[in-house]
């Protein structure tokens, strides 16, 4: 089904694999040679929007840049704060997030409100909530070949129309609005190839899934672009390709392109938008730093068990697994959570030779396209979905996909059949819409299936779970009431009505304000949405105290700061940061505060015996002769937290952002799972820093770590931090790492945050 080749290989003709070490590239090492990675359409691309010397060091502008209702806000006032004047380029704000008013009173809209107001000063595009999923709406309006688009949200992808998409935190699009770079450096090619053609019930889902469970684990495609080329790619429709890019995201990718044909051609004519067209393919010898080969013939209906895209079993190894696999799956999931006495009752789901499931969800930007609703649609027409546990519910990502299902009579078939369907909203997606029951367990055609991604509360013993499926096999479960039932096993009519697009939704309520930015239009502040906070200068020296340990193997964004109804608190710092951990260290926030509270007595000049205590341990320990009071003047204290690999999932700074408001000042990790998450932790002004396993070992909850010389160390050449880990009876020496730093990176964490360094430049 799908095969990994590591190592350089190369691709002759689009469709030919040649290995270093075969007959052909020995014979021709002129023709296969690695400099042919500039063969790449990856290449092309970033090289077309690089803005420095040279293809190492990456500096990019994007084409256009896109947020939904849980970042815009923070983004805009950091701009603002930053010194904003205009959005430079489309900058698209969409609601299809915080859609709801689920908690807070007027909190959701009062945003919605600011977002309207903002593009309207500052002349951008407004989609108002209900009309559209962002990335849905980037495909149908602003996607293009050879296009660059940043978003602030991790599925970014546009891929499969030739654009390269990128999800990143807030503070890398305030950088875009300010007419600063993205800073990287240039990230390794994997080719992804695909060949064949996929089998009747087959959906873009199983695809996705099946490359997920090849490649997450081993890290195989981390941080590099997915490069989707090979004879397959012309067998599949365009919603078909855009589904499987969008849960590229779920690899830990960078980006993706594809190549594009006749196929890209006509959705892009059919949305009006012909001259967004050109084809992309790579040189007739392009060189890949590995190979990913998938055989869409083989490939099987997929599920996704918890609580991750990469737990993957085929429906039906996980039927005739039983109550002996679902015991297994549900251990390993467990392990994840920190209350070990809590179940997800996997077994007892098993019954009349089958698991079933208590939901089925089609919803989202990988799920609510119109194919997969059509298919649905199909496979449900004439049935019924019962009146009994089960339910299911259908989310078109679009307006205008909606429209058309109404047209063509699509509705009608799945409202018959007992289906239910609403209108665009993302909230299923992370924990804010159809909540299951507790030990439920949902079947999702949606993006991720993490922890509390569905919206339940372990930390009050609430738990549910999703199970990750195709909307064909989630039809086809449907009509068996809840009964996992892969689409393969099903008779129904697998044609596709011809769509037609039709963007009145868009031209009646969507703002389009780009480059008729109205100086004079007031901006409006709801009461909820706050500035930061004022971030002080890294100093001399800075002593870490250990508020956070945690050893999972990794460590999701959706633990570090919860999403679902969390969400609606995402304009006001400091409400949300009560939430930081609440899920996985619950004792965070008090313990960060409490060192928060002692920095802001050392800037005050004052000495709380605490910090008097702290100083006095360092003074001791590493012999420095100096008194309280001069150590006060050169050395801060900040909170810290300890995690294996942070990061995986959602691209949201408040990931970060949180931490630095409670008083962070870094993060240890073995490494860290995201490069987004990452650039987060350095645009809030703290240390990203990395170390070794064995040296990890030495580092406890309550330690304090001692770095000194830290502000000069990281402003020098050297990327050594010498440290020391420290308490009444320990002097651990540990070595600590940034990695790649760019210039600009190194004066944000100096300046303490994104928002001084361009304070800081517009003093200047």
Same mark, same amino acid.
């Given at each position: 089904?799908?095969?990994l080749?590591?190592?350089?290989?190369?691709?002759?003709?689009?469709?030919?694999?040649?290995?270093?070490t075969?007959?052909?590239?020995q014979?021709?090492?002129?023709?296969?040679?690695p400099?042919?990675? @500039?063969?790449?359409?990856?290449?092309?691309?970033?090289?077309?929007?690089?803005?420095?010397?040279?293809?190492?060091?990456?500096?990019?502008?994007?084409?256009?840049?896109?947020?939904?209702?849980?970042?815009y806000?923070?983004?805009?006032?950091?701009?603002?704060?930053?010194?904003?004047?205009?959005?430079?380029?489309p900058?698209?704000?969409?609601?299809?997030?915080?859609?709801?008013?689920?908690?807070?009173?007027?909190?959701?809209?009062?945003?919605?409100?600011?977002?309207?107001?903002?593009?309207?000063h500052?002349?951008?595009i407004?989609?108002?909530?209900?009309l559209?999923?962002?990335?849905?709406?980037? *495909?149908?309006?602003?996607?293009?070949?050879?296009?660059?688009?940043l978003?602030?949200?991790?599925?970014? *992808?546009?891929?499969?129309?030739?654009?390269?998409?990128?999800?990143?935190?807030?503070?890398?699009?305030?950088?875009?609005?300010?007419?600063?770079?993205?800073?990287?450096?240039?990230?390794?090619?994997?080719?992804?190839?695909l060949?064949?053609? &996929?089998?009747?019930?087959i959906?873009?889902?199983?695809?996705?899934?099946?490359?997920?469970?090849?490649?997450?684990?081993?890290?195989?495609?981390?941080?590099?672009?997915?490069?989707?080329?090979?004879?397959?790619?012309s067998?599949?429709?365009q919603?078909?390709?855009?589904?499987?890019?969008?849960?590229?995201?779920?690899?830990?990718?960078?980006?993706?392109?594809?190549?594009?044909?006749?196929?890209?051609?006509?959705?892009?004519?059919?949305?009006?938008?012909?001259?967004?067209y050109?084809?992309?393919?790579?040189?007739?010898?392009?060189?890949?730093?590995? !190979?990913?080969?998938v055989?869409?013939?083989?490939?099987?209906?997929?599920?996704?068990?918890?609580?991750?895209?990469?737990?993957?079993?085929?429906?039906?190894?996980?039927?005739?697994?039983?109550?002996?696999?679902?015991?297994?799956?549900?251990?390993?999931?467990v392990?994840?959570?920190?209350?070990k006495? $809590?179940?997800?009752?996997?077994?007892?789901?098993?019954?009349?030779?089958?698991?079933?499931?208590?939901?089925?969800?089609i919803?989202?930007?990988?799920?609510?396209?119109?194919?997969?609703?059509?298919?649905a649609a199909?496979?449900?027409?004439?049935?019924?979905?019962?009146?009994?546990?089960?339910?299911?519910?259908?989310?078109?990502?679009?307006?205008?996909?909606?429209?058309?299902?109404m047209?063509?009579?699509?509705?009608?078939?799945?409202?018959?059949a007992?289906?239910?369907?609403?209108?665009?909203?993302?909230?299923?997606?992370?924990? %804010?819409?159809?909540?299951?029951?507790?030990?439920?367990?949902?079947?999702?055609?949606?993006?991720?299936?993490?922890?509390?991604?569905?919206?339940?509360?372990?930390?009050?013993?609430?738990?549910?779970?999703?199970?990750?499926?195709?909307?064909?096999?989630?039809? %086809?479960?449907?009509?068996?009431?809840?009964?996992?039932?892969?689409?393969?096993e099903?008779?129904?009519? +697998?044609?596709?009505?011809?769509?037609?697009?039709?963007?009145?939704?868009?031209?009646? @309520?969507?703002?389009?304000?780009?480059?008729?930015?109205?100086?004079?239009?007031?901006?409006?502040?709801?009461?909820?949405?706050?500035?930061?906070?004022?971030?002080?200068?890294?100093?001399?020296?800075?002593l870490?105290?250990?508020?956070?340990?945690?050893?999972d &193997?990794?460590?999701?964004? +959706?633990?570090?700061?919860?999403?679902?109804?969390?969400?609606?608190?995402?304009?006001?710092?400091?409400?949300?940061?009560?939430f930081?951990?609440?899920?996985?260290?619950?004792?965070?926030?008090?313990?960060?505060?409490?060192?928060?509270?002692?920095e @802001?007595?050392?800037?005050?000049? $004052?000495?709380?015996?605490?910090?008097?205590?702290?100083?006095?341990?360092?003074?001791?320990?590493?012999? !420095?002769?100096?008194?309280?009071?001069e150590?006060?003047?050169?050395?801060?204290?900040?909170?810290?937290?300890?995690?294996?690999?942070?990061?995986?999932?959602?691209?949201?700074?408040?990931?970060?952002?949180?931490?630095?408001?409670?008083?962070?000042?870094?993060?240890?990790?073995?490494?860290?799972a995201?490069?987004?998450?990452?650039?987060?932790?350095?645009?809030?002004?703290?240390?990203?820093?990395?170390?070794?396993?064995?040296?990890? @070992?030495?580092?406890?909850i309550?330690?304090?770590?001692?770095?000194?010389?830290? *502000?000069?160390? $990281?402003?020098?050449?050297?990327?050594?931090?010498?440290?020391?880990?420290?308490?009444?009876n320990?002097?651990?020496?540990?070595?600590?790492?940034?990695?790649?730093?760019?210039?600009?990176?190194?004066?944000?964490?100096?300046?303490?945050?994104?928002?001084?360094?361009?304070?800081?430049?517009?003093?200047?």
């Amino acid at each position: 089904m799908v095969t990994l080749i590591p190592g350089g290989v190369y691709l002759q003709n689009g469709v030919g694999i040649v290995l270093p070490t075969d007959k052909a590239a020995q014979e021709n090492p002129q023709q296969f040679n690695p400099e042919s990675y @500039k063969a790449t359409m990856a290449y092309s691309i970033m090289m077309a929007h690089q803005q420095a010397e040279g293809d190492s060091n990456l500096r990019l502008k994007f084409d256009a840049l896109t947020s939904h209702d849980i970042t815009y806000v923070g983004i805009i006032q950091t701009a603002i704060a930053s010194g904003l004047d205009k959005f430079p380029i489309p900058y698209i704000l969409t609601n299809c997030h915080n859609t709801l008013a689920a908690v807070g009173g007027t909190i959701n809209e009062d945003d919605h409100v600011f977002g309207l107001s903002a593009v309207k000063h500052f002349g951008g595009i407004y989609v108002p909530p209900h009309l559209a999923v962002i990335h849905q709406y980037m *495909r149908e309006t602003m996607a293009g070949c050879g296009k660059m688009i940043l978003g602030s949200d991790s599925h970014t *992808r546009y891929g499969a129309l030739g654009t390269m998409a990128i999800g990143e935190g807030g503070p890398e699009l305030v950088k875009q609005l300010l007419g600063r770079t993205y800073d990287i450096q240039r990230p390794n090619v994997i080719a992804i190839y695909l060949d064949g053609s &996929p089998r009747h019930g087959i959906g873009p889902q199983d695809v996705a899934l099946a490359i997920e469970k090849a490649v997450f684990s081993n890290g195989f495609v981390k941080n590099c672009v997915m490069e989707f080329v090979g004879p397959g790619i012309s067998n599949l429709s365009q919603d078909f390709r855009n589904g499987i890019d969008v849960m590229t995201t779920e690899t830990t990718c960078l980006t993706t392109i594809w190549r594009t044909d006749e196929i890209t051609k006509q959705f892009l004519s059919l949305h009006g938008r012909r001259h967004n067209y050109k084809e992309l393919n790579p040189g007739s010898i392009a060189y890949y730093d590995g !190979l990913v080969k998938v055989d869409l013939n083989k490939v099987e209906s997929m599920i996704a068990m918890p609580f991750h895209p990469s737990n993957v079993y085929t429906i039906k190894e996980l039927n005739e697994g039983g109550k002996e696999l679902l015991t297994h799956i549900e251990q390993e999931a467990v392990e994840q959570l920190d209350n070990k006495n $809590l179940r997800l009752l996997l077994p007892e789901k098993y019954y009349d030779g089958k698991v079933h499931v208590d939901q089925g969800i089609i919803v989202g930007c990988s799920g609510g396209l119109y194919e997969n609703i059509i298919s649905a649609a199909s496979i449900v027409a004439g049935k019924s979905v019962g009146n009994d546990r089960f339910a299911f519910s259908v989310y078109p990502s679009s307006q205008p996909i909606y429209l058309e299902l109404m047209k063509n009579g699509a509705l009608i078939d799945l409202i018959e059949a007992g289906t239910i369907v609403r209108t665009a909203f993302c909230g299923p997606c992370f924990g %804010a819409g159809d909540t299951p029951n507790n030990g439920g367990l949902s079947a999702r055609h949606a993006t991720r299936n993490f922890p509390n991604r569905e919206g339940s509360k372990p930390g009050n013993g609430q738990i549910s779970s999703v199970a990750l499926m195709d909307a064909r096999s989630i039809a %086809a479960t449907a009509i068996h009431h809840g009964a996992l039932t892969p689409a393969t096993e099903i008779d129904y009519d +697998d044609t596709i009505p011809e769509y037609h697009y039709d963007d009145k939704p868009y031209i009646n @309520k969507v703002y389009s304000g780009f480059q008729t930015a109205d100086k004079d239009s007031e901006i409006i502040y709801g009461p909820s949405i706050k500035s930061w906070p004022s971030i002080e200068a890294l100093n001399d020296n800075i002593l870490l105290k250990v508020v956070a340990y945690i050893d999972d &193997p990794v460590t999701t964004t +959706d633990e570090l700061i919860p999403s679902g109804e969390t969400s609606s608190y995402r304009s006001d710092p400091y409400a949300l940061s009560e939430f930081a951990l609440s899920r996985k260290v619950p004792e965070y926030v008090g313990r960060a505060k409490e060192i928060r509270d002692l920095e @802001k007595a050392r800037q005050d000049g $004052l000495i709380p015996s605490e910090l008097e205590s702290a100083y006095l341990l360092v003074n001791k320990q590493m012999n !420095l002769g100096q008194s309280v009071e001069e150590l006060m003047k050169t050395t801060s204290i900040a909170s810290m937290i300890y995690a294996n690999k942070p990061g995986d999932g959602s691209a949201r700074e408040q990931a970060a952002s949180c931490q630095r408001v409670l008083g962070g000042g870094a993060n240890i990790a073995l490494e860290y799972a995201t490069k987004r998450y990452r650039s987060n932790v350095i645009n809030w002004g703290m240390f990203p820093f990395i170390t070794d396993k064995e040296d990890s @070992k030495k580092i406890e909850i309550f330690d304090y770590i001692w770095i000194s010389n830290v *502000r000069t160390t $990281l402003l020098s050449d050297s990327d050594n931090f010498e440290a020391y880990v420290l308490n009444s009876n320990k002097k651990e020496k540990i070595s600590l790492h940034l990695g790649y730093l760019s210039e600009e990176e190194k004066d944000i964490i100096a300046k303490g945050c994104l928002i001084n360094f361009y304070a800081s430049e517009n003093k200047l």
